[in-house]
């Protein structure tokens, strides 16, 4: 099995999360969310396999949540799942699957409990905060 990240380019999270995959000497099947969209089985899968649900998957910043009323405590799961279809931007991200789990991946290092091996070290976010040392160890 290989490693699918579902991925938004213009998040700095799932540049990070993509970028530590790569790191790996593996490239990463690499879906575009908003592009591609979601569907309602796609979803339930993904969730219930990194243990979600549609509320704490839900990006409630930076994203039309409060608008369409989803932050309201009375939105069932199925509103949320329905607007979600409709708008993806309302999925949390990256979401990662690999053969050791799937997991929304924020803060983006903790991607790197789903690798087999880590990266070589030094691996850094873009901010420059450093994730793994030289010598390949866990800093986070």
Not at 18 to 44: N, S
Not at 80 to 88: D, F, R, S, V, W
Not at 91 to 101: A, E, F, Y
Request: glycine residues 8%; aromatic residues 4%; negative net charge.
């Amino acid at each position: 099995m290989s490693i699918v990240i579902h991925h938004n380019p213009d998040c700095g999270t799932s540049r990070n999360v993509l970028a530590f995959l790569r790191a790996t000497g593996e490239e990463p099947v690499v879906i575009e969310y908003l592009k591609e969209g979601w569907t309602r089985p796609q979803l339930l899968a993904l969730f219930a396999a990194a243990g979600l649900n549609p509320r704490s998957a839900l990006r409630e910043t930076k994203s039309p949540a409060e608008a369409l009323g989803l932050l309201e405590p009375g939105a069932s799961d199925d509103t949320l799942l329905n607007a979600m279809i409709e708008h993806p931007i309302l999925v949390n991200r990256p979401i990662v699957c690999t053969p050791k789990g799937v997991r929304l991946c924020r803060p983006s290092e903790t991607v790197l409990d789903l690798l087999d091996r880590l990266p070589p070290g030094p691996l850094f976010k873009e901010d420059g905060e450093m994730i793994l040392n030289e010598e390949g160890e866990r800093l986070a």
